[in-house]
């Protein structure tokens, strides 16, 4: 746990395992955006991407897209306050005197992107001395522990509560019965309810997904194969990633030979990828809806003697350097991390009868082999994300693992 600057009152964590994998469920209904829709697309020969995700809402998919080129609201220097298209919600009824409790039930540590953003949180909430206390719960990646954990922060005396919650549809009914008793702020990701007075995330899935794709679509000759690797199931964010992956390879010419699920494990990614080798004789393109094993899987094809292909990753800084090392063909769509400083600073607005968006989209850059190097640091660890927003934070960049200098 970092340290930061000290402030009136108690912080509250949870002891945690910094176990890999996450779980999942099936989606049971819709978005609360609107009822689900297939593509207007029909797939080219060979795409071989399957069904439409049940996420999948094409009005939600074509805002993404749109907002993409959209200029973000707020301070220009401060991304995680910025939003794209807000429309504001009246905050007056949530109005109370400080100091203020703010509790967390969090989905998870079990991945370096939310290691990171967990320590930028906690940053952030050090940096306000009118919270008193902090309470956070981590669910470990298990459905019925934080719906156990929304229901005991909802006895601790808390004056608002932020959530990630680790599946969508599971957690629906948990947030939807402390949407009555309290401010609730979402982020990350989503929910099948609107009670939560506002939803915090950067633009979303479907843009991260068609980020990724439209770039191999550009760069992958016709007739070209795609592997395409994702984590796991059922997490409306990374279920919208392959969804809007999905409707730019089925447009193309390009023939995607396998849609895999990895758990997040840079084992099984590479003997996925091994396995596709073999299989195929070779991969022109590698599609992925994280970039945490990005690494991993290139390995694959440099231990089985072949080109590494045009590559998806994330801003994870082993990818960054092995991309600049070794003059990859590569996109790293980002979710910054920076927006777990978000829910803080919403928090603290709606409990002061301020204004919010409902849904406060952040900007969400992609890096390019133009501006790489913009965003790799030398002096943090492998598994830092570049977009974490942490840099003027105190502590930074020793509490995040890195070095001075």
Same mark, same amino acid.
């Given at each position: ?45 060979? *795409? ?26 707020? =301070? ?6 910025? &939003? ?27 991945? =370096? ?21 902090? !309470? ?32 969508? &549809? ?77 409707? &730019? ?19 099984? !990614? ?19 809806? *994280? ?51 978000? =829910? ?33 640091? =030398? ?27």
């Amino acid at each position: 746990m970092p340290n930061h600057r000290p402030f009136i009152g108690l912080v509250v964590v949870s002891t945690v395992l910094f176990a890999a994998g996450c779980t999942s469920d099936k989606p049971t209904a819709q978005s609360s955006a609107g009822p689900s829709s297939a593509s207007s697309s029909s797939p080219a020969q060979g *795409a071989n991407t399957g069904e439409q995700s049940k996420f999948f809402v094409q009005a939600d998919y074509d805002a993404q897209l749109a907002m993409r080129t959209k200029s973000a609201q707020g =301070p220009a220097d401060k991304p995680w306050e910025q &939003a794209i298209d807000p429309q504001m919600v009246d905050t007056a009824r949530y109005k109370k005197s400080g100091g203020y409790h703010l509790c967390f039930s969090n989905a998870a540590v079990n991945n =370096p992107w939310r290691q990171v953003g967990w320590k930028t949180m906690q940053a952030e909430v050090g940096l306000h001395k009118e919270i008193t206390k902090f !309470t956070a719960l981590d669910a470990e990646g298990k459905d019925d522990k934080q719906i156990s954990d929304i229901a005991e922060l909802q006895g601790k005396d808390c004056d608002a509560l932020i959530v990630s919650p680790n599946t969508t &549809a599971t957690l629906t009914p948990a947030v939807e019965g402390a949407c009555g008793k309290l401010p609730i702020i979402m982020f990350d990701r989503g929910v099948d309810t609107d009670c939560p007075v506002t939803f915090i995330n950067p633009i979303g899935g479907y843009a991260f997904g068609a980020d990724g794709a439209e770039f191999l679509v550009e760069k992958v000759p016709t007739g070209g194969k795609i592997l395409a690797l994702r984590i796991s199931p059922g997490v409306d964010v990374l279920e919208t990633r392959w969804s809007a992956a999905k409707v &730019a390879f089925d447009k193309s010419r390009l023939k995607v030979v396998g849609v895999e699920f990895t758990d997040g494990d840079a084992a099984k !990614t590479k003997s996925i990828v091994d396995d596709y080798l073999q299989r195929e004789g070779k991969i022109d393109g590698v599609w992925m809806d *994280a970039g945490a094993t990005a690494v991993a899987a290139i390995e694959a094809f440099e231990d089985a003697g072949q080109p590494v292909p045009a590559f998806v990753g994330e801003d994870q800084q082993d990818f960054l350097s092995k991309w600049k090392n070794d003059n990859l063909t590569a996109i790293a769509p980002t979710y910054p991390t920076y927006q777990w400083r978000t =829910p803080i600073i919403a928090a603290l607005k709606i409990l002061k009868g301020e204004e919010v968006p409902k849904q406060w989209k952040l900007p969400q850059p992609k890096i390019t082999s133009a501006n790489l190097d913009t965003y790799l640091q =030398p002096n943090m660890p492998l598994l830092h994300y570049a977009l974490c927003g942490c840099e003027n934070l105190p502590g930074f960049p020793e509490n995040w693992g890195g070095k001075k200098g």
